[in-house]
C-alpha cells in the first residue's frame, strides 16, 4: 500500500509569496494532521482535519489555512510567507483516533 | 516552560553500550505517550508507544511515570543503525486522537 504523499518535495518562495501543499492521506485514512518543523526542532502541531472538518489547530497565525476534500487529500495554504516559515512541513494520516503515519514532508525555503 | 522537554544533545556512543533518554511533560492530563525516530531529513516514524506498566520491543525499553510526568527509552547493545534523531512525544487524547505534541528531540550517534 502507499504511503502518505506530499507535493512538492522543496520549495522556494520569497518573502510576500503564497505557497499551497499538498497532501495525499493512506488510503482508507479520514485524518490527516499538518506539521511544522524547524531546524533543531521537533515538529509543532498546525491543524488536524476528520472528515473534512477542522478538529484541531494549533498557536499558527491566520496566515495558514487548510482543508480536507471529499476524497481526503488536504491543502495547507500559507499567506504572506516570512523567512520564519522556512521548515519541512509534515503530513500524517491517521484511520481516526490512532496511529499517524508521516509523509516525507515539504522542505519550503522562503528568501 | 515547553510542554514536552528532553535531554540535550547528542549522544555519541560507542556500538554496543547502552544509552537513556529522558523527556519530562508539563500536562498533567495528557493520555498517550510515544517515542519516535527520525533519521536525517526524513520523516518522523512511531518506534514505540510508552505504557505505565513499561514496554519492551527487543533492545527498546520503554518506561512512564505518570506521578512525576516522566518517560524514558533505553537502548541495550547500541547498533551503528540506531543513529538517529529520538523524539518524545505527548498526545491530550487517547491513541493518538489529535495533536501529537513533540519534544525537541535528542540525537544518537553510534559509533564503531
Known amino acids: 500500500d502507499a504511503g502518505v504523499t506530499q507535493s512538492p518535495t522543496h520549495l522556494i518562495k520569497t518573502r510576500g509569496q503564497h505557497v499551497t501543499l499538498r497532501c495525499s492521506p493512506i488510503?482508507?485514512?479520514?485524518?490527516v494532521s499538518w506539521y511544522q518543523q524547524v531546524l533543531g526542532q521537533g515538529p509543532q502541531f498546525i491543524f488536524q482535519y476528520y472528515e473534512k472538518e477542522e478538529r484541531g489547530r494549533g498557536n499558527f497565525p491566520d496566515r495558514f489555512s487548510a482543508r480536507q476534500f471529499p476524497n481526503y487529500s488536504s491543502e495547507l495554504n500559507v499567506n504572506a510567507l516570512l523567512l520564519g516559515d522556512s521548515a519541512l512541513y509534515l503530513c500524517?494520516?491517521?484511520?481516526?483516533?490512532?496511529?499517524?503515519?508521516f509523509g516525507p514532508g515539504t522542505r519550503l525555503t522562503v528568501l | 516552560r515547553k510542554e514536552v522537554e528532553q535531554d540535550p544533545g547528542p549522544f555519541n556512543v560507542p556500538e554496543g553500550a547502552t544509552v537513556a533518554f529522558n523527556c519530562t511533560y508539563s500536562?498533567?492530563?495528557?493520555?498517550?505517550f510515544f517515542w519516535y525516530r527520525q533519521d536525517c531529513r526524513k520523516e518522523p516514524k512511531l518506534l514505540m508507544s510508552?505504557?505505565?506498566s513499561g514496554n519492551e520491543d527487543g533492545r527498546f525499553t520503554a518506561q512512564l511515570n505518570r506521578a512525576s510526568q516522566y518517560i524514558s527509552l533505553l537502548i541495550r547493545d547500541s547498533k551503528l543503525s540506531d543513529s538517529a534523531t529520538y523524539l518524545c512525544?505527548?498526545?491530550?487524547?487517547?491513541?493518538?486522537?489529535?495533536?501529537?505534541?513533540f519534544g525537541q528531540g535528542t540525537e544518537l550517534s553510534v559509533k564503531p
Open positions: 510508552v505504557y505505565s
Open positions: 500524517a494520516s491517521s484511520r481516526d483516533t490512532d496511529t499517524q503515519y
Open positions: 512525544v505527548v498526545s491530550p487524547l487517547y491513541n493518538q486522537g489529535g495533536k501529537l505534541i
Open positions: 500536562n498533567s492530563a495528557s493520555q498517550s
Open positions: 488510503s482508507g485514512h479520514k485524518s
